[in-house]
């Protein structure tokens, strides 16, 4: 049998010094200091793209900087991109419009205080689910559980660890995730049996995180007692949206309806005029820039890193170590994990450790669905606590006026917490049962 080419890389660990020097510059000082705003992220990026870009001498300064820059327009970027520019101008216009207020005084007329965060992470979990962008789910529903927190007393990190799990569990098990599209398309699976695979594994740390939730809050439900001021008509653009995510309609096409008509429903409402809308979509957008600054830098600098062996080392490194089914398993996980850590986007890390994932399970018979869940589910868990990712930046940055760092949220993070902690679990005891 004629070797797989992808089965002799070796790669170089040098080419993962850009990473380093990135973690360097925003770790070192951010705990120096005790303050996590002291290093902007943008510059740590720039200068480790920098780096990147600097290092192997044996090809040209022009053929790198074409390698960064296909890195920073590939697809998933790109597409990402465009996801931050609709779900800022959505979140700023709903929130200008005043649907955010209406919203969170509506949940707190109608849920006792005990359940609201359990009841913000469902309604995540059900939005991001049926549109399969985490990113956008933060983008769009933070704003509302900022509102809580301020009328309730929650902290702020609790609230946006609640938006932040209920986005990743609809990132892991959507239908029309980038995620679930690459893992099944790499192994060459259902997406359908992806998700009950997935569904199976992860459920139960969906209903300990409820608990745990309803638990943390239980003490808060004195607070809500007094009138809250809403109206229905300025809820619709998030009834819209849930209910076009639930059917399933595109990701893009719910964010631009959905900004579409909070902005109706603001010009009948004199809220604003069309003018005043128009200001709040291009705020809403300027909102994302540093967002959409960053995401490009680290497409462009993955991209480097893979050009110069990084990412080659990696999957040699893992590749090397397996013995048997369970180990190779383990491999999967800990490939796409590594994967993920470096290049800070789960779609992009299945991307890349998906073909050395299948020639592994082919080797030790590992089914399809099962090597797809495992790429999707583990390339989640790291993607959702990582504090330099695209989910938890997001949410940090909703409420960057408040001074809230990333660590503020990731202490709250239970369900992509418990999400690992059972995805382990299923490695480890064989579970669940694959019926052909």
Do not use: H
Request: with cysteine.
């Amino acid at each position: 049998m004629k070797e797989n080419k992808s089965s002799k890389l070796k790669g170089t660990p040098w080419a993962l010094i850009p990473l380093a020097v990135f973690l360097v510059m925003y770790l070192v000082p951010s705990i120096v200091t005790n303050d996590f705003y002291k290093m902007p992220v943008s510059v740590s990026f720039i200068v480790a793209s920098m780096v990147a870009i600097a290092m192997n001498r044996n090809e040209s300064i022009n053929k790198k900087v074409e390698v960064f820059c296909k890195g920073a327009g590939n697809t998933d970027i790109i597409l990402m991109v465009i996801i931050f520019i609709l779900a800022g101008a959505f979140a700023e216009v709903a929130k200008v419009m005043g649907a955010v207020d209406s919203t969170v005084n509506l949940g707190l007329t109608i849920l006792p205080g005990n359940i609201l965060l359990a009841g913000v992470f469902m309604i995540c979990c059900f939005i991001s689910l049926s549109i399969g962008t985490s990113v956008g789910t933060i983008a769009a529903l933070a704003p509302m559980a900022l509102g809580i927190a301020e009328k309730t007393g929650i902290p702020v990190g609790l609230a946006l660890g609640a938006v932040v799990s209920g986005a990743m569990f609809g990132d892991n098990l959507s239908m029309i995730s980038d995620t679930t599209i690459a893992a099944t398309r790499t192994q060459g699976c259902e997406m359908r049996d992806k998700f009950k695979m997935n569904f199976a594994i992860v459920i139960p740390a969906a209903v300990a995180t409820v608990a745990i939730f309803s638990l943390i809050n239980m003490g808060n439900s004195t607070v809500l007692d007094g009138s809250y001021g809403y109206s229905i008509i300025k809820v619709l653009p998030y009834m819209i949206v849930l209910i076009a995510a639930l059917i399933g309609v595109n990701v893009m096409l719910v964010l631009v309806g959905g900004t579409i008509f909070a902005g109706v429903v603001g010009i009948i409402t004199n809220t604003f005029d069309v003018w005043g809308f128009l200001k709040a979509v291009q705020d809403g957008i300027f909102g994302m820039s540093e967002l959409i600054i960053i995401s490009l830098l680290i497409g462009g600098m993955v991209e480097v890193i893979k050009y110069n062996g990084g990412i080659d080392f990696l999957l040699s490194f893992i590749r090397k170590r397996i013995k048997n089914k369970k180990g190779a398993e383990l491999g999967i996980a800990a490939l796409v994990s590594v994967v993920d850590v470096c290049t800070a986007n789960n779609t992009i890390a299945i991307v890349m450790a998906g073909p050395i994932v299948k020639n592994i399970a082919d080797k030790y018979e590992i089914d399809p669905r099962r090597a797809a869940s495992l790429l999707d589910i583990f390339s989640c868990f790291f993607q959702g606590i990582i504090p330099y990712g695209a989910q938890i930046l997001t949410a940090v940055g909703v409420a960057s006026a408040m001074k809230i760092s990333p660590f503020d949220v990731m202490k709250y993070l239970y369900y992509p917490y418990l999400m690992g902690i059972c995805a382990v679990l299923a490695v480890v005891l064989g579970i669940p049962k694959i019926k052909n």
